[in-house]
C-alpha cells in the first residue's frame, strides 16, 4: 500500500474511532501520537493540519532544490564553445535591468565584446566559420551596437514611466519605449538575416 492510502486509511480509522468514541490512540497522517491536549472532536483536524504540513515541507524541499539547481547551471554556462570560439556571458545593469551580453573569444583573444544579442555572437562565429568576411562582421556588429542603443533606451523608458505620475509624461514615456522597442526589432531581424 502506497503512503498516501495508508495516510487516507489512518485518517478515516481516527474519523471512525472520533466517531465510536473509541480509545484507541490517535495518530496523526505521519503515524505520531495526537497530543493528548486535543479535544477528541479536533483531533482528526489535528491530523488533516499535520498532513497538509507534511505536503508543505515536501513543497518547499523541491523548490530549494529547484533553485539550487538553477544557480548551479547559471554558474556552469558562463560560456559557450564552437570549435575555436568561446562566446563568454557577461551581466550587466541597465536602467535597473539585468541583462547578458556576449564577448565572442578566439583561441583565447576576446575579438568582439559586449554584443547585446546571442545571435550577433552567432553570426559573427558563423561567419568567422565559413565565410571568414570582415565586412558582414562589422555590419552585425553595426546592428548589434544600434540594437544595444535602442535596448538602452527602451529600459530608460521603462523605469521612467514607472516613476512618473503625471499621464502627459506617462504616456510621452510609453511612446518613446515603443519606438525604441520597434527598432531593437529591426535590428535583430536584420542580424537574424545575416546568420
Do not use: C, W
Not at 583565447?108 to 544579442?117: D, K, P, W
Amino acid at each position: 500500500m502506497n503512503n498516501e492510502s495508508q495516510d487516507m486509511l489512518k485518517i478515516l480509522q481516527n474519523l471512525e474511532n472520533a466517531t465510536n468514541n473509541k480509545s484507541a490512540p490517535v495518530v496523526d497522517a505521519s503515524g505520531n501520537s495526537v497530543p493528548t491536549n486535543i479535544s477528541k472532536d479536533a483531533t482528526e483536524m489535528y491530523n488533516i493540519l499535520a498532513k497538509l504540513h507534511k505536503v508543505q515541507d515536501a513543497t518547499d524541499t523541491a523548490a530549494t532544490n529547484i533553485v539550487t539547481e538553477s544557480e548551479s547551471v547559471n554558474k556552469a554556462t558562463d560560456s559557450v564553445g564552437i570549435d575555436k570560439f568561446n562566446i563568454v556571458l557577461e551581466r550587466h545593469n541597465i536602467s535597473g535591468y539585468v541583462k547578458t551580453y556576449y564577448t565572442v573569444v578566439e583561441n583565447g583573444i576576446r575579438r568582439y565584446e559586449n554584443l547585446a544579442l546571442f545571435e550577433s555572437a552567432m553570426a559573427i562565429i558563423k561567419n568567422e566559420l565559413f565565410k571568414n568576411d570582415a565586412s558582414k562582421s562589422k555590419a552585425i556588429t553595426e546592428y548589434d551596437s544600434r540594437y544595444a542603443s535602442a535596448l538602452e533606451e527602451a529600459a530608460k523608458q521603462k523605469r521612467r514611466q514607472k516613476t512618473l505620475t503625471e499621464s502627459v509624461e506617462s504616456d510621452i514615456a510609453a511612446a518613446k519605449h515603443s519606438v525604441a522597442s520597434d527598432k531593437m526589432h529591426k535590428m535583430k531581424t536584420a542580424i537574424k538575416k545575416l546568420l
